[in-house]
Nanobody
Framework: EVHVAESGGGSVQPGESLRLSCEAS????????LAWFRQAPGKEREGVAI???????VYADSVKGRFTISRDNAKNTLYLQMTSLKSDDSAVYYC????????????????WGQGTQVTVSS
């Protein structure tokens, strides 16, 4: 059974940084397409960033230049480095894998974590 678990969320002030982690099991991690999504209260879930098994990355326009997705295949771990955080970045962040298509939109991801809360507030 494939399982992913996020960690690293918390409360920070605007302009600060945070790094999220997602540890995966039950999957050939080096071949996996992995992504980060987020959902704020009252809003639809949105794709934040995606990384293919080859390391190709795609970002949502709202986080380009501020967030970096990366993977450590030796540790079966996905990361999301978030810098220059804004209040609009506040949301529950989810890690996902096993998509039908390795796409940030319409990827139809099968496996999701429980999420980790990120709150950006002064």
């Amino acid at each position: 059974e494939v399982h992913v678990a996020e960690s690293g969320g918390g409360s920070v002030q605007p302009g600060e940084s945070l790094r999220l982690s997602c540890e995966a099991s039950g999957i050939t991690f080096s071949r996996a397409c992995l992504a980060w999504f987020r959902q704020a209260p009252g809003k639809e879930r949105e794709g934040v960033a995606i990384i293919s098994h080859l390391g190709v990355t795609v970002y949502a326009d709202s986080v380009k230049g501020r967030f970096t997705i990366s993977r450590d295949n030796a540790k079966n771990t996905l990361y999301l480095q978030m810098t220059s955080l804004k209040s609009d970045d506040s949301a529950v962040y989810y890690c996902a894998t096993e998509p039908r298509w390795c796409m940030l939109r319409g990827g139809e991801f099968k496996t999701w974590g429980q999420g980790t809360q990120v709150t950006v507030s002064s």
